[in-house]
């Protein structure tokens, strides 16, 4: 079975200071790891995901995520935060199998953008 | 990329009633998802729904209380039904982005806005 876990339900920074979003996550099996952003009143967007291969994954919008295994941990970051970051994150894990396995998803973090 | 509509955005409802939320998608997907997301939480999976079977329900969830058609690879509706303020939330539709080749991958509906008074 799987859970994620992500240190800090609200996150607030200064613009164009660096960001930094916690996740951590428990697996049985070798996961895919997944970072989605929410924007107000819309759906869930894909930033970036870890399958396999290069540990340090870059995705939209300057964002970028390292894979540490030894750690467990998928943490987000971007050097420098715009306002247009304002939004709630999102981490996610499955299992990699040959079929789909269902995707869980962390409780969230609010990130807010200071002026 | 697969683009979804939901129908409708938001709704207000009155306790006891149903509402029936609508998921289209611009093209031929497997498998399809309903969440919920109550005010403030994560997303909680509510079904897996594919062509041609019965919805797969999770724990917590029963089809009695969500009601799920999949008439076809491009639509499916989730329904409320006798609702209370405790369904207040956002429902979220997705799909199954494999097809696509980004395994495991989903793809998101603006989501229907629920209060329920």
């Known amino acids: 079975a799987q859970s994620v876990t992500q240190l800090g339900s609200h996150v607030s920074v200064s613009e164009g200071a660096l960001v930094l979003l916690r996740c951590n996550y428990s697996s049985s099996v070798p996961p895919y790891l997944f970072w989605y952003v929410q924007y107000p009143n819309q759906g869930l967007q894909l930033l970036l995901k870890y399958t396999t291969g290069a540990t340090l994954v870059k995705g939209i919008n300057g964002f970028e995520a390292e894979f540490k295994k030894s750690e467990t941990s998928f943490h987000l970051t971007k050097p420098s935060a715009h306002m247009s970051d304002a939004a709630e994150y999102f981490c996610?894990?499955?299992?990699?199998?040959?079929?789909?396995?269902?995707?869980?998803f962390g409780p969230g973090t609010s990130l807010s953008v200071i002026p | 990329s697969a683009v979804i509509s939901q129908k409708p955005s938001r709704d207000i409802c009155q306790r006891g009633t149903s509402l029936t939320i609508q998921c289209q998608v611009d093209?031929?997907?497997?498998?399809m998802f309903w969440y919920r997301q109550q005010p403030g939480q994560s997303l909680t999976l509510i079904a897996t729904?594919?062509?041609?079977?019965?919805?797969?329900?999770e724990s917590g969830f029963v089809i009695d209380k969500f009601p799920i058609s999949r008439p076809n690879l491009t639509f499916s509706t989730l329904t409320v039904s006798n609702m209370s303020p405790e369904d207040s939330s956002i429902y979220l539709c997705?799909?199954?982005?494999?097809?696509?080749?980004?395994?495991?991958?989903?793809?998101f509906g603006p989501g229907t806005r629920l209060t329920v008074l």
């Open positions: 996610a894990v499955s299992a990699v199998k040959t079929s789909y396995d269902k995707v869980i």
């Open positions: 997705s799909v199954d982005a494999s097809t696509s080749g980004r395994y495991n991958e989903q793809f």
């Open positions: 729904a594919n062509q041609g079977s019965e919805a797969t329900y």
């Open positions: 093209s031929q997907v497997t498998m």
